[in-house]
Nanobody, 117 residues
Framework: QVQLVESGGGLVQAGGSLRLSCAASGSGFRIYAMGWYRQAPGKQREMVATITSGGSTNYADSVKGRFIISRDNTKNSVYLQMNSLKSEDTAVYYC???????????WGQGTQVTVSS
C-alpha cells in the first residue's frame, strides 16, 4: 500500500487559484493510476480528476476547464492546479492511487480547501 501525503490546501478567494500536491512513498509510482477526490461537509465524496499512468485525464463536469491534473513520475507526485475557484469548490481534497496489477487503492488523509465568496 502506497502512502500518500497531500499539501497545498488553504484559504483562497473566489476567482483565485491554488495548487495541490500529493507525494507518494514507495516504488512503482509510474504505473499507478492517480486522482483527486473531494468531500464537502454533509456530501458524498466525489471524483474531481484522475490521471492514468499513460497521462490520460478525466474531470468532473463541475471542474472542467478550471482544474488541471498532472503528474511527475520523477518526483512521485501528482498535482491539481485549481483555477477560477468557486465557493462550491470548498471541500477536503483527497489524493488517491490505484495499482493496476494488485488493484489496491490508497488514500491520503486530505487537505482542506476553503474558497471564500
Amino acid at each position: 500500500q502506497v502512502q500518500l501525503v497531500e499539501s497545498g490546501g488553504g484559504l483562497v478567494q473566489a476567482g483565485g487559484s491554488l495548487r495541490l500536491s500529493c507525494a507518494a512513498s514507495g516504488s512503482g509510482f509510474r504505473i499507478y493510476a492517480m486522482g483527486w477526490y473531494r468531500q464537502a461537509p454533509g456530501k458524498q465524496r466525489e471524483m474531481v480528476a484522475t490521471i492514468t499512468s499513460g497521462g490520460s485525464t478525466n474531470y468532473a463536469d463541475s471542474v472542467k476547464g478550471r482544474f488541471i491534473i498532472s503528474r511527475d513520475n520523477t518526483k512521485n507526485s501528482v498535482y491539481l492546479q485549481m483555477n477560477s475557484l468557486k465557493s462550491e469548490d470548498t471541500a477536503v481534497y483527497y489524493c488517491y492511487s490505484n495499482h493496476p496489477l494488485t488493484r489496491v487503492d490508497s488514500w491520503g488523509q486530505g487537505t482542506q480547501v476553503t474558497v471564500s465568496s
